[in-house]
């Protein structure tokens, strides 16, 4: 939980911090006086002034956002001589430029972590897929388990969450897909995966399951690597470095095995026969427990595997790039992020994707906290994809967002007049209504996310 709580306090500070410098520095450069430069809202906790123009520094007691406070003749009075410097004096470019500042801080962020983690190097696994279960879309498709994926849809993919990504994307797009792949034999083939028929209910969920493309996964042996702390199999008797040779008398050969036993059975009582420091244990007895997963109910104990380090090594594979390809591959990535995200919320608003997909501040501390447990690189990463979504966001054309204010702006552009001050009050009890509900839908997915596990 501390962990958690520190990673989204990090996280989400930087965010805010980035994106209020670019309105920052850019209203400085457009020569507009900053009264108040503030990370939280509320209460200040930390109150410092600085700078010719006696700015104030804040850190509020609520950290969900920010903002800079700019001088402005329709919030306060103004003294004569510091009028050329007032927001609302600023020409409408001028303007515009200064809120757009914030939205393509975040985005610039994000390009210049993708930047550095492409020039480190970003392992992942080989793309590489395991026997589609029989029946399903990609099976159907011809895919056959040792496939090597290499394209999706004519984009090169190199790691499985490359594939992974694009496939969600055109499965988003509810297309048929091309996707190149080199088989179990060296051969390259063309196969065509058919995701016309994809519901919204299967994209929100499990969505490579239902189409029957799961990453191969390395063959371990029936070894308990951990045991979570309260689950089942701690509870039943069941130690690490045991070995399961049986289940119900048949006999488990390797870690998958065991898996499929387990999540077959969920509710019904097991007899689990072990080998313990050499010799034979006395059997546990356990019951799975039921949890739902892509729409089935299946079982679970609480138990990892062995890892061999050797095995998974080989599996992996690390993308790495030099500087100039790096920032290139960077600048691909946002823009891709962006528009998948752009897409998303477009769908959600003629109700091809559910509400469901919204998360909340629950959700994103939840991801801070598992990534940084992960390492510094998944933990760069999702700051980088929560940069992304931060910048669209603020984009979208609502009142009280810098999207909204750009929408005034650019009619002011059209017709040559600014947004009279009745109608952006309106628009402001609007924004703030939409903003309400999208947060509450947020929350309450959190909530059902955190109950349900």
Same mark, same amino acid.
């Given at each position: ?20 410098? &670019?309105?920052?520095?850019? /209203? ?18 930390? @109150? ?82 395991? =026997?589609?279960? /029989? ?55 063309? @196969? ?42 701690? @509870? ?34 097991? =007899? ?29 104990? &609480? ?151």
């Amino acid at each position: 939980m501390l962990t958690t709580v520190v990673a989204f306090i990090i996280a989400l500070g930087v965010l805010i911090v980035v994106h209020e410098l &670019g309105h920052y520095s850019v /209203a400085r450069w457009c020569g507009v006086k900053v009264l108040r430069f503030s990370v939280g809202f509320g209460r200040p906790l930390v @109150r410092r002034i600085h700078g010719a123009d006696r700015t104030e520094w804040v850190i509020g007691a609520i950290p969900l956002g920010g903002y800079v406070k700019m001088l402005d003749e329709r919030e306060d009075d103004v003294a004569p001589e510091d009028l050329p410097r007032a927001f609302n004096r600023q020409s409408v470019w001028k303007r515009i430029a200064i809120v757009a500042a914030g939205p393509i801080a975040n985005f610039l962020l994000a390009i210049v972590l993708y930047w550095g983690l492409f020039m480190h190097g970003i392992p992942g696994m080989k793309p590489v897929i395991a =026997e589609p279960p /029989a029946g399903s879309i990609a099976a159907a498709a011809g895919f056959k388990g040792g496939d090597t994926l290499r394209a999706v849809a004519g984009e090169p993919v190199v790691q499985w969450q490359d594939a992974r990504w694009r496939l969600l994307r055109e499965g988003v797009d509810r297309a048929a897909v091309d996707v190149d792949v080199v088989d179990a034999g060296g051969r390259e083939v063309l @196969r065509r995966l058919d995701l016309s028929g994809i519901t919204t209910a299967q994209l929100e969920e499990n969505f490579l399951g239902y189409v029957g493309l799961v990453v191969a996964q390395p063959k371990f042996e029936p070894v308990i690597g951990r045991i979570v702390g309260g689950g089942v199999a701690e @509870r039943a008797g069941l130690l690490a470095g045991d070995r399961v040779l049986a289940v119900d008398g048949r006999t488990i050969d390797d870690w998958e095995g065991l898996v499929k036993a387990i999540r077959s059975s969920p509710g019904k009582p097991l =007899e689990i026969e072990v080998d313990r420091d050499g010799r034979a244990a006395p059997t546990v007895r356990l019951v799975p427990e039921p949890s739902e997963e892509g729409g089935q109910v299946i079982g679970k104990v &609480g138990i990892g595997p062995k890892v061999d380090p050797a095995q998974v090594e080989r599996m992996m594979v690390d993308v790495r790039h030099g500087p100039v390809e790096s920032l290139g591959e960077a600048v691909a990535k946002t823009w891709s992020t962006s528009v998948l995200s752009l897409q998303m919320l477009g769908k959600m608003l003629i109700g091809q994707v559910s509400l469901k997909n919204l998360s909340g501040p629950i959700t994103i501390a939840d991801y801070a906290g598992q990534s940084v447990q992960v390492g510094w690189l998944a933990y760069l990463t999702f700051i980088a994809l929560i940069s992304i979504s931060l910048g669209v966001l603020n984009l979208l054309p609502i009142p009280m967002l810098d999207g909204g204010h750009l929408m005034y702006y650019a009619f002011e552009v059209v017709v040559r007049r600014p947004v009279s001050e009745r109608a952006m009050a309106i628009g402001q009890q609007v924004g703030m209504g939409v903003l309400f509900v999208l947060m509450a839908f947020a929350i309450f997915n959190d909530i059902h996310r955190l109950i349900g596990g």
